[in-house]
């Protein structure tokens, strides 16, 4: 079983920066990639970030591209997300997730990912 942990949310005026982090711990934990999703009350989870394990590949949503970076530390078993120039519309509970096996053309689907983290609120105040 594999666990994921994230942190590093919480409330930021807009046009402020947060780093979210995401350590992966349990038995020998490998994956083809992980990713951020999020999501808001109502609304079904979407699709922030994605980024290989091994080669480092990454994507993103349109709504962050240039305002969101995500990395990883293989060593430390942990993913990052840096977000900048945050809008009130980021605000979300962000998810990290980790797929198992699963082939990159299928990064930006939710039902890909095998792991889930429990949330970590973001909100952003106009």
């Known amino acids: 079983q594999v666990q994921l942990v994230e942190s590093g949310g919480g409330l930021v005026q807009a046009g402020g920066s947060l780093r979210l982090s995401c350590a992966a711990s349990?038995?020998?934990?490998?994956?083809?990639?992980m990713g951020w999703f999020r999501q808001v009350p109502g609304r079904e989870r979407e699709f922030v970030a994605a980024?290989?394990?091994?080669?480092?590949?990454?994507d993103y949503a349109d709504s962050v591209k240039g305002r969101f970076t995500i990395s990883r530390d293989n060593a430390k078993n942990t993913m990052y997300l840096q977000m900048n120039s945050l809008k009130p519309e980021d605000t979300a509970v962000y998810f990290c997730?980790?797929?198992?096996?699963?082939?990159?053309?299928?990064?930006?689907?939710?039902?890909?990912?095998?792991?889930w983290g429990q949330g970590t609120q973001v909100t952003v105040s106009s």
């Open positions: 349990g038995r020998t934990f490998s994956s083809s990639y």
């Open positions: 997730a980790a797929a198992a096996a699963a082939a990159w053309i299928q990064h930006s689907t939710a039902t890909t990912y095998d792991y």
């Open positions: 980024i290989t394990w091994v080669f480092g590949r990454k």
